[in-house]
């Protein structure tokens, strides 16, 4: 019975990193690839890198492109915008 006794406190911690450290991480990672895989045509986003633009086309390949400036279109992967600013209402 005291040998259960002393892994009590390892099993409290690793309980308590769990429910601090793990569980919100893999929250925000389902949210982050929801929020890559609504992208639509119009929507204005952040890259990781800090370029502001507004979505020209999604492609199949894990990849969108990005507007920049007026005729500057660069190729993002989905996975590095971080933010999506100005969301598009859906076509009807």
């Known amino acids: 019975m005291e040998a259960i006794g002393q892994f009590i406190p ?7 990193m769990y429910f601090l450290l793990i569980r919100p991480q893999q929250k925000k990672v389902k949210e982050h690839a929801a929020m890559v895989e609504a992208l639509r045509r119009g929507d204005q986003v952040v890259t990781q890198g ?3 633009g507004k979505v020209s086309k999604v492609k199949e390949d894990n990849e969108v492109e990005v507007e920049v400036a007026e005729g500057v279109k660069v190729r ?3 996975s590095t915008i971080a933010q999506v600013l100005n969301k598009t ?3 009807k």
């Open 76 to 78: 993002v992967v989905k």
């Open 50 to 52: 800090g370029l502001i």
């Open 89 to 91: 209402e859906p076509a």
């Open 10 to 16: 390892l099993i409290l911690i690793f309980a308590i």
